[in-house]
């Protein structure tokens, strides 16, 4: 929901303070026991190779506890290089689905050291839910979620992570403390920043424009994800998110209608709207 990218460590990593929050947005892994391991993909851009991060999270099970070779099918439903973390959200889906297939017993913790390896913010996504992630994204503290109503919108850009990064991101003072006293109170007009939107919007002039579009739909709050290209925009009610989806639906390959996900205060999945 919010970035902030702290500093720049020896190793390459990035140093950053961030809002995360699951939606209701997935891509769908079918894994089953085989006698060679593959992945297969209905999406062309996604690599099937030892490069796939779902291959990565299953090389990494099978060095530690011999687990043996799985089939892996992957249908894609989030955009590739959209800034929705769906990498890593697959490469967390592996190491859960392995971990139950192969009944390992890891805990979560166990499979967050293991996804570490593989990208920062894979442990999140083995948390879901509403997390502040600082470090490098592995020092999770997860936070109550609220119900919202969220529009994604993605005009089809790919956006590479490394080169946003490279071009070099702004260092603003952090809004998470306000963010989160912001929710905490209901609130949907929220204090957001991005510290890589600058570089996403230079190297991608077309994310700028899709974000202006959708500005026009009076969100009252309106982001970009990640690295892009995916916006996502806030509203104060439902009617008024699905009027906007109505206005832009056709426009862009995405325009989705979702809600955020995660346990209220009292350890209950929140509401669903639909």
Same mark, same amino acid.
Do not use: W
């Given at each position: 929901?919010?970035?902030?990218?702290? *500093?720049? #460590?020896?190793? !390459?990593? @990035?140093?950053?303070?961030?809002?995360?929050?699951? $939606?209701? &947005?997935?891509?769908?892994? &079918?894994?089953? /026991?085989? +006698?060679?391991?593959?992945?297969?993909?209905? @999406?062309?851009?996604?690599?099937?190779?030892?490069?796939?991060?779902?291959?990565?999270?299953? #090389?990494?099970?099978?060095?530690? =506890?011999?687990?043996?070779?799985?089939?892996?099918?992957?249908?894609?439903?989030?955009?590739?290089?959209?800034?929705?973390?769906?990498?890593?959200?697959?490469?967390?889906?592996?190491?859960?689905?392995?971990?139950?297939?192969?009944?390992?017993?890891?805990? +979560?913790? %166990?499979?967050? %050291?293991?996804?570490?390896?593989?990208?920062?913010?894979?442990?999140?996504?083995?948390?879901?839910?509403?997390?502040?992630?600082?470090?490098?994204?592995?020092?999770?503290?997860?936070?109550?979620?609220? /119900?919202?109503?969220?529009?994604? &919108?993605?005009? !089809?850009?790919?956006?590479?992570? #490394?080169? $946003? =990064?490279?071009?070099?991101?702004?260092?603003?003072?952090?809004?998470?403390?306000?963010?989160?006293?912001?929710?905490?109170?209901? +609130?949907?007009?929220?204090?957001? /920043?991005?510290?890589?939107?600058?570089?996403?919007? @230079?190297? =991608?002039?077309?994310?700028?424009?899709?974000? %202006?579009?959708? *500005? %026009?739909?009076?969100?009252?709050?309106?982001?970009?994800?990640?690295?892009?290209?995916?916006? =996502?925009?806030?509203?104060?009610?439902?009617?008024?998110? +699905? #009027?906007? @989806?109505?206005?832009?639906?056709?426009?862009?390959?995405? $325009? &989705?209608?979702?809600?955020?996900?995660?346990?209220?205060?009292?350890?209950?999945?929140?509401? /669903?709207?639909?």
């Amino acid at each position: 929901m919010s970035l902030h990218i702290i *500093k720049k #460590r020896q190793d !390459g990593y @990035h140093c950053i303070d961030t809002l995360m929050q699951e $939606v209701d &947005v997935t891509d769908c892994l &079918v894994i089953e /026991r085989a +006698k060679n391991t593959r992945l297969f993909c209905d @999406h062309p851009d996604v690599p099937t190779d030892e490069s796939n991060l779902i291959l990565r999270a299953h #090389r990494a099970l099978d060095a530690r =506890y011999g687990i043996g070779a799985a089939a892996f099918t992957l249908q894609k439903r989030i955009p590739v290089g959209a800034g929705m973390g769906g990498g890593s959200a697959n490469a967390a889906a592996a190491l859960r689905g392995l971990n139950k297939l192969f009944a390992l017993g890891l805990s +979560k913790d %166990e499979l967050a %050291e293991i996804g570490l390896l593989l990208g920062a913010d894979v442990p999140f996504f083995l948390t879901g839910g509403t997390c502040r992630a600082q470090g490098i994204g592995e020092e999770l503290t997860p936070l109550p979620a609220y /119900r919202m109503p969220v529009l994604l &919108v993605n005009d !089809g850009t790919h956006a590479q992570t #490394r080169a $946003v =990064y490279t071009y070099g991101p702004e260092h603003t003072p952090s809004t998470i403390p306000a963010l989160i006293t912001q929710l905490q109170a209901g +609130k949907t007009e929220l204090t957001v /920043r991005n510290d890589l939107q600058k570089a996403a919007f @230079h190297l =991608y002039p077309k994310i700028r424009t899709t974000m %202006e579009k959708v *500005k %026009e739909t009076a969100p009252d709050t309106v982001q970009l994800s990640g690295t892009g290209a995916t916006i =996502y925009a806030i509203y104060k009610t439902l009617t008024e998110a +699905k #009027r906007a @989806h109505d206005a832009l639906y056709g426009r862009f390959p995405m $325009v &989705v209608l979702t809600q955020t996900c995660g346990e209220d205060a009292s350890g209950q999945q929140t509401d /669903r709207y639909f």
